[in-house]
C-alpha cells in the first residue's frame, strides 16, 4: 500500500490503533493529524511503555548510560567471574540512578502523571527487552486537544459499532481498527519447520533464546538465523552476527559441544529474564550488546578492546565504526 492510498484509507474515519510501541504512535499522529480532534483516534494499549520524547535525558546522551563498558559493568552477565559479580553488586545504586534520570525526564517531559501513564515498571526493564520508542513530536499536545484518546484495558471484542473494551459499558466508536501489536518472532520462527522434533528443538527448555552465540542451533546443523534477537540497533547487532557466522564457514574457529552450547544458552536466558522483569518473552541484548560482541570478537579472533585508550575504552559508546575491522 502506498502513501497516498494509506493516506485515504485514514481519511474522515474513526480510527483505533491497538498497541502503543513506535508503529502504533506513529499511526496515531497520522490519524491525528489527519482528521484532528472531530474525529479522534482513539489508542488502545495494555501496558504503559517508557516512550522517548528524546535520547538525551536532562541532556545527558542515552548512550553514555547504556551503550558503553561502564554501564555494563552495572549489569550481572552471563558466564562473569567473581569479580565481576562483585562489581555489578556494589554498583548496583548507579544503576537504579541511572534508570531513575530516564524516568524522571520522560515523566516530567511527557507529562505522564497528568494522563495517568505513568508506568509500574523501571526502565531498565524495558530497554533490557527492546521495549523502548521515540514519541512522536507534540504527540501528547494532540491528545490535549482530544485528537488522540488514551484507552487502557486487557482484552476487548468487536461489535456493531466498534469494539468493546473490558469494563466498559458503551462501545468505542470504530470506522477503521488497526493492530499495531507486532508479532512473535519465537512462534514465526519454530513454525519454519514441519517436523515436530525441530519445533520443540526451537522451543529449548521453553526458553526466549535457543540459539548459540543467538545466531546457530546447537541441535538443528546447517542452520543459522540472523535478526531473531533485538538490541537498540538491530542492523548493527546482526552484522557482527553475519560477521561471525562468515568466520565460522570459513573454519576460523569450531563450535563447542552441544552440552556447552545448550549451557551457555541458559546462562544467557537466566541473565536476560532477570533484567526483563515482565517482558521474559522477548529476546533482546540491550543492556549487554559489548558483552555480546566481546564474545564474537574472541570467537573470530579479534581484539575485543576496541577503543585506545582505558578510559575511552570504559567510558564511550560503543557503535558499528568500531568494528570495521579486525
Known amino acids: 500500500m502506498d502513501s497516498d492510498t494509506a493516506s485515504n484509507l485514514i481519511k474522515d474515519k474513526r480510527v483505533t490503533v491497538v498497541g502503543f510501541q513506535k508503529s502504533a504512535l506513529d499511526l496515531a499522529m497520522?490519524?491525528?493529524?489527519?482528521?484532528?480532534?472531530?474525529?479522534?483516534?482513539?489508542?488502545?494499549?495494555?501496558?504503559?511503555?517508557?516512550?522517548?520524547?528524546?535520547?538525551?535525558?536532562?541532556?545527558?546522551?542515552?548512550?553514555?548510560?547504556?551503550?558503553?563498558?561502564?554501564?555494563e559493568l552495572l549489569i550481572h552477565k552471563p558466564g562473569e567471574g567473581f569479580f565481576l559479580y562483585l562489581l555489578a553488586v556494589l554498583?548496583?545504586?548507579?544503576?537504579?540512578?541511572?534508570?531513575?534520570?530516564?524516568?524522571?525526564?520522560?515523566?516530567?517531559?511527557?507529562?505522564l502523571a497528568k494522563y495517568g501513564m505513568v508506568p509500574t515498571h523501571s526502565f531498565l526493564q524495558s530497554i533490557s527487552a527492546c521495549f523502548i520508542a521515540t514519541l512522536p513530536e507534540k504527540f501528547y499536545d494532540k491528545v490535549?486537544?482530544?485528537?488522540?484518546?488514551l484507552k487502557k484495558s486487557q482484552s476487548f471484542c468487536f461489535c456493531e459499532e466498534g469494539i468493546m473494551i473490558e469494563g466498559?459499558?458503551?462501545?468505542?466508536c470504530s470506522d477503521l481498527v488497526i493492530f499495531a501489536t507486532g508479532y512473535r518472532g519465537d512462534q514465526k520462527l519454530k513454525e519454519i519447520f514441519t517436523s515436530t522434533t525441530l519445533r520443540d528443538y526451537m522451543t529449548f527448555h521453553n526458553s526466549m533464546i535457543s540459539l548459540y552465540r543467538l545466531c546457530v542451533h546447537p541441535r538443528i546443523?546447517?542452520?543459522?538465523?540472523?535478526?531473531?534477537?533485538?538490541?537498540t540497533s538491530n542492523l548493527f547487532t546482526s552484522e557482527m552476527r553475519c560477521r561471525w557466522l562468515a568466520e565460522f564457514m570459513d573454519?576460523?574457529?569450531?563450535?563447542?559441544?552441544?552440552?556447552?552450547?545448550?549451557?551457555?544458552?541458559?546462562?544467557?536466558?537466566?541473565?536476560?529474564?532477570?533484567?526483563?522483569g515482565p517482558f521474559v518473552k522477548r529476546?533482546?541484548?540491550?543492556?549487554?550488546?559489548?558483552?555480546?560482541?566481546?564474545?564474537?570478537?574472541?570467537?573470530?579472533?579479534?581484539?575485543?578492546?576496541?577503543?585506545?585508550g582505558f578510559f575511552a575504552d570504559l567510558f564511550l559508546p560503543y557503535g558499528p565504526l568500531d568494528y570495521v575491522s579486525p
Open 144 to 149: 490535549d486537544e482530544g485528537s488522540i484518546i
Open 283 to 308: 529476546a533482546c541484548i540491550a543492556i549487554l550488546h559489548i558483552w555480546y560482541c566481546d564474545q564474537l570478537c574472541k570467537d573470530i579472533g579479534w581484539n575485543p578492546r576496541r577503543k585506545k
Open 221 to 231: 546443523p546447517q542452520l543459522a538465523v540472523v535478526g531473531f534477537t533485538e538490541s
Open 168 to 172: 466498559a459499558t458503551e462501545p468505542i
Open 91 to 111: 554498583l548496583s545504586p548507579i544503576r537504579w540512578l541511572f534508570s531513575k534520570i530516564v524516568e524522571t525526564y520522560v515523566i516530567r517531559k511527557n507529562r
Open 30 to 71: 497520522e490519524c491525528a493529524n489527519a482528521n484532528g480532534p472531530n474525529k479522534p483516534c482513539t489508542v488502545l494499549y495494555k501496558t504503559e511503555h517508557w516512550n522517548l520524547p528524546s535520547h538525551h535525558p536532562w541532556g545527558i546522551p542515552l548512550s553514555f548510560l547504556y551503550m558503553n563498558r561502564f554501564a
Open 251 to 276: 573454519g576460523t574457529f569450531k563450535l563447542p559441544s552441544i552440552k556447552e552450547m545448550e549451557n551457555d544458552i541458559a546462562k544467557w536466558e537466566k541473565t536476560l529474564k532477570h533484567y526483563s
